[in-house]
């Protein structure tokens, strides 16, 4: 077997959303976009699919940047419960390719 070439990022190494800076959730465009989510679609989007009413606390990218999601495109955002962020983010966190 080849492509046995170390990748050269392990120094990159970081916890957390790799690729993603934590300072982008702090400035004011995404806490903007997050709350207008919030305020257009009030109940969990995830739950709703399984018609369950649940209110949604986290706007989240549905195409997470770290795959090539736009960052402050409000399509591109949904509302999430918290359980069902966390569900979605290990999922992600797990993936290696975006499969839509
Ligand atoms: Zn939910």
């Known amino acids: 077997m ?3 070439s170390a990748k050269a990022n392990l120094s990159l190494g970081k916890r957390g959303t790799r690729g993603v800076p934590n300072q ?3 400035n004011a465009p995404w806490r903007h976009l997050h709350k207008r989510q919030l305020e257009k679609q009030p109940l969990c989007e995830h739950c709703l699919q399984k018609k369950i009413l649940t209110v949604a606390t986290v706007g989240n990218h549905i195409k997470p940047i ?4 736009e960052p402050l495109d409000e399509n591109n955002v949904m ?3 918290k359980s069902c962020h966390a569900r979605k983010s290990a999922i ?3 993936m290696t390719h975006w499969t839509g």
């Open 2 to 4: 080849e492509g046995d």
């Open 24 to 26: 982008f959730y702090r």
């Open 66 to 69: 770290r795959f090539g999601g």
């Open 79 to 81: 509302s999430l419960c």
């Open 92 to 94: 992600e966190r797990h």
